[in-house]
């Protein structure tokens, strides 16, 4: 199908961005990867008056580490942050889902943004953020405002922002050591949204669990965190009984919808068999980054004895 028709903007500064949101409000929409809006746009389920395509605007676009956060710019593509060292040693958990969305050419041209702008409750991104507790960080007329991933997703396509405000960088916190993680999920082909999928982070210390992250895509208007078990998983070692336990709680305390890919009865079975898996494979994760950080240290510590001999 054919676009309908729209006036086009096209702003090469964040100023420029806001100024016409500013002026616009919700007669406008966002252009960013496009990979969602386009669809909409040419199925006439979404109907903007005005159409401000963000793609010259590059300086929200990169990857950099402040004070313990990584910053993501909004228009940074998911490719490039696929690709990015950086994202891969401090993020891990978003490093994992990355390549689970949609295919390359989606990648290439979607933006971390632009997803997260969107929030569609069965995209990767929205689970990442809402398990690590990810910062949004949005610019309008009133100048720039932070907002939480608990606050940020409102429902179903639904997030904070306000219609002056331009979504402008994402803020994970870094990876502490001894953190496994695992994104895991069924669909029904690849590429396809999830039935259900699961972000999990572990931290262990001392072969104990220090922090326990579990959030959830396809079973809420929202992604949704699993608290019950996270708080159970604190402080325990981990074992197959424990994570049977904690697949439990997880399940009971969602509703899922039910569609035509899937009974809600279907999807909670799904969720507790993902908080299984998704804990084992995060618990062996974090059993080999505290090997090769232990390692790391015995290397520097044998180095520099052997400098302080010469």
Do not use: C
Request: no cysteine; hydrophobic share 45%; charged share 20%.
């Amino acid at each position: 199908m054919k676009l309908p028709s729209v006036e086009y903007e096209a702003p090469t500064t964040t100023a420029e961005a806001v100024g016409l949101l500013a002026e616009h409000q919700d007669e406008a929409s966002v252009l960013a990867g496009g990979q969602s809006l386009i669809p909409l746009l040419a199925l006439r389920l979404a109907r903007p008056a005005v159409l401000i395509d963000i793609n010259g605007v590059t300086e929200l676009s990169g990857v950099s580490r402040v004070n313990g956060w990584l910053a993501i710019g909004a228009m940074t593509r998911e490719y490039q942050a696929e690709e990015s060292a950086a994202v891969a040693g401090d993020v891990p958990l978003l490093a994992a889902a990355l390549p689970l969305i949609g295919h390359e050419a989606i990648r290439n041209r979607g933006t971390i943004g632009g997803s997260l702008a969107h929030a569609d409750p069965a995209g990767e991104l929205p689970a990442v953020a809402r398990a690590l507790d990810a910062e949004f960080v949005a610019r309008g007329s009133a100048g720039e405002r932070v907002i939480t991933a608990a606050d940020w997703f409102q429902g179903y396509l639904t997030t904070a922002r306000r219609p002056d405000e331009i979504l402008v960088e994402i803020r994970f916190p870094v990876a502490p050591p001894g953190t496994g993680v695992a994104f895991q999920e069924v669909t029904r082909r690849h590429g396809d949204f999830a039935i259900a999928g699961l972000a999990v982070s572990l931290t262990l210390d001392g072969g104990v669990i220090a922090d326990a992250r579990l959030a959830f895509s396809g079973v809420a208007d929202v992604p949704a965190r699993a608290a019950g078990a996270e708080a159970l998983l604190i402080g325990e070692r981990p074992s197959d009984g424990l994570f049977d336990e904690a697949a439990r709680l997880a399940a009971a305390g969602i509703d899922p919808p039910a569609d035509l890919h899937g009974s809600s009865e279907y999807r909670k079975k799904i969720a507790a068999a993902l908080v299984r898996r998704g804990l084992r494979a995060a618990a062996d994760s974090a059993r080999q980054s505290s090997a090769r950080q232990s390692s790391a240290r015995q290397n520097s510590a044998r180095q520099s004895s052997a400098h302080e001999r010469q």
